[in-house]
């Protein structure tokens, strides 16, 4: 597949603009928190964790948007479900782990953004909203649009990675005020309640007995979606010079069993991702407690005699 792929080019493979944005946002957090940081009247550095956490989640952004994984999203679905599980459940978690709180106070508690997130942080919304546009997403008619359309595919990936912020910080934000979860309990529940609310887009796409996305189906929207990450004088050559007709030309499976695996990799690697928040709630919850030695009962003196 390697060999095939690189008849798309250099560009389509490693989205060179991208990866100077990426390093943009990696320059900028270097100097905000780092020579710039006391504009802002703060003195203590990033940590060593939230620069690992943070650059790590560069990295992640980079192989899920601007490496040939990319252009793979728009040949398999099983390429397209690994992308999105990174890049809305995992990426969101570093870059708030890595990114300080006072950073995300002077943008998130502006008088204009406060009673906004206020909102969109009631665990109950933020649930819903994330799980419910992810399922949105995955709806034939929804996906396909996004595929054929710049505008629609970069509009709903950013709104997608904005609730994939905001899901997370009724529980774990970087800003007290919006963690509105405090119970280790109830963190669980919600977290187990995330499972069971992606559930139903993967299992539509898992046990579907037809291919569902003409994206990955039609040859005409198929190339429609390559245009997305293919320059059009690159593409319009491959069309006309190799007569590529389908994802078939890049994979050993057919789009049933594309699509399949593409759900149940999704599934999984965000059962994996929850889990590992699971434990570390667990964690939090029991290891204080395993720590504790009761005190000795006090002695009363009369009954010593």
């Given at each position: ?8 080019g ?11 944005f990426?390093?943009a946002?990696?320059?900028?957090y270097?100097l ?5 940081r ?7 550095k ?14 992640l952004?980079?192989i ?12 398999t ?5 690994i992308?999105?599980a990174?890049?809305l459940i995992?990426?969101p ?5 890595g990114?300080?709180?006072?950073i995300?106070?002077r943008?998130l508690?502006r008088?204009f ?10 665990p ?5 909203l994330?799980?419910g546009?992810?399922?949105?997403y995955?709806l034939p008619?929804i996906f ?12 709903f990936h ?5 609730f994939g912020f905001?899901v ?15 119970q280790?309990?109830?963190?669980i529940?919600y ?6 609310l ?5 299992v539509?796409?898992?046990?579907s007995?037809?291919?569902?996305f ?5 040859t005409?929207?198929w190339?429609?979606?390559?245009a997305?990450c293919?320059?059009?004088d690159?593409l ?8 590529i007709s389908?994802p078939?030309m890049?994979?050993?499976?057919s789009t ?13 690697m965000?059962?994996i991702?929850y889990g ?9 919850w029991?290891?204080?407690e395993?720590?504790?030695?009761d ?6 003196s009369?009954d010593t005699?």
């Amino acid at each position: 597949m390697w060999l095939n792929l690189q008849l798309f080019g250099f560009r389509a493979l490693w989205s060179p603009y991208f990866f100077l944005f990426v390093v943009a946002l990696g320059v900028t957090y270097f100097l905000i928190t780092g020579p710039l940081r006391h504009k802002f009247g703060v003195e203590e550095k990033p940590t060593t964790k939230q620069q690992v956490f943070f650059y790590s989640g560069l990295i992640l952004l980079y192989i899920v948007k601007g490496s040939p994984i990319d252009l793979l999203t728009h040949i398999t679905l099983t390429a397209h479900m690994i992308q999105m599980a990174i890049y809305l459940i995992i990426f969101p978690i570093f870059i708030v782990k890595g990114i300080p709180v006072w950073i995300w106070e002077r943008v998130l508690l502006r008088p204009f953004i406060r009673p906004i997130i206020k909102v969109l942080t009631i665990p109950l919304i933020s649930i819903i909203l994330f799980n419910g546009l992810f399922s949105l997403y995955h709806l034939p008619a929804i996906f396909d649009l996004t595929k054929s359309s710049p505008v629609f595919h970069t509009s709903f990936h950013v709104l997608l990675l904005i609730f994939g912020f905001l899901v997370w910080f009724p529980i774990m934000s970087p800003v007290k005020e919006f963690e509105q979860i405090k119970q280790p309990l109830w963190k669980i529940f919600y977290i187990f309640g995330n499972s069971v609310l992606i559930t139903p887009a993967c299992v539509l796409i898992i046990f579907s007995d037809v291919p569902l996305f003409a994206a990955y189906s039609s040859t005409g929207a198929w190339i429609q979606a390559l245009a997305l990450c293919v320059p059009s004088d690159v593409l319009n050559g491959l069309t006309s010079t190799f007569a590529i007709s389908g994802p078939e030309m890049f994979s050993s499976m057919s789009t049933l069993e594309d699509q399949q695996l593409g759900g149940v990799i999704m599934k999984i690697m965000q059962e994996i991702s929850y889990g590992v928040i699971l434990a570390k709630v667990f964690y939090a919850w029991f290891s204080p407690e395993t720590l504790k030695i009761d005190p000795l009962p006090a002695t009363n003196s009369h009954d010593t005699n």
